[in-house]
Antibody, heavy 120, light 112 residues
């Protein structure tokens, strides 16, 4: 069974950093692109960032570009999101998602999310 | 960059049919596939339609998707509504130029 388990969320002050992790299992991790999608409390889904199977293609939403860095370690079946200079508007549930292809395709699997709270 | 616009909410009675629209602000709706995700309260999203009109295994054929180039929009139609269909539905497409993904704002479906 495919599984995506996020971790690393928590309470952080504005301007500080946090690194999210996503542990993948049940599928061949390095065959698939991976993305982060977030959802602010009571709001809709927002795509954050995506990375291709070999890290050769990376993209970010304008709202996080220059502050967030996506990466992956295929040897560890893990996806990461380094979040710097956090703002109150970054507060959200962050989902790790797997897409059907090496970068494209649809969001086929989702984790349960890890909550990031940005507050002083 | 383009936007996908959905109605905030729709409601319909059990057994009836409902259609949720998703309108693309610029560029052709046909230029990139549209997906639809269902999110029940307290749960992660799941796919109900991919590549405009394809259903993942396990999704009942009461769910169907289509695109309409004349209105530059995509639609999700749910027939034979059941109370379990009550959820938030999001359309999603891709910006092929910059490799980004775009979500619509979501539509809350109430089955009353």
């Amino acid at each position: 069974e495919e599984q995506l388990v996020e971790s690393g969320g928590g309470l952080v002050q504005p301007g500080r950093s946090l690194k999210l992790s996503c542990a993948a299992s049940g599928f061949t991790f390095d065959n698939h692109g991976m993305h982060w999608v977030r959802q602010a409390p009571g709001k809709g889904l927002e795509w954050v960032s995506g990375i291709s199977w070999n890290s050769g293609r990376i993209a970010y939403a304008d709202s996080v570009k220059g502050r967030f860095t996506i990466s992956r370690d295929n040897a560890k079946n893990s996806l990461y999101l380094q979040m710097n200079s956090l703002r109150t508007e970054d507060m959200a549930l962050y989902y790790c998602t797997k897409v059907t292809h090496d970068y494209g395709g649809y969001f086929e699997s989702w984790g349960q999310g890890t909550l990031v709270t940005v507050s002083s | 960059n383009f936007m996908l616009t959905q109605p905030h909410s729709v409601s319909e009675s059990p057994g009836k049919t409902v259609t949720i629209s998703c309108t693309r602000s610029s560029g052709s709706i046909a230029s990139n596939y549209v997906q639809w995700y269902q999110q029940r309260p307290g749960s992660s999203p799941t796919t109900v339609i991919y590549e405009d009109n394809q259903r993942p295994s396990g999704v009942p054929d009461r769910f169907s998707g289509s695109i309409d180039s004349s209105s530059n929009s995509a639609s999700l139609t749910i027939s034979g509504l059941q109370t379990e269909d009550e959820a938030d539905y999001y359309c999603q497409s891709s910006d092929g130029v910059n490799h980004r993904r775009v979500f619509g704002g979501g539509t809350r479906l109430t089955v009353l």
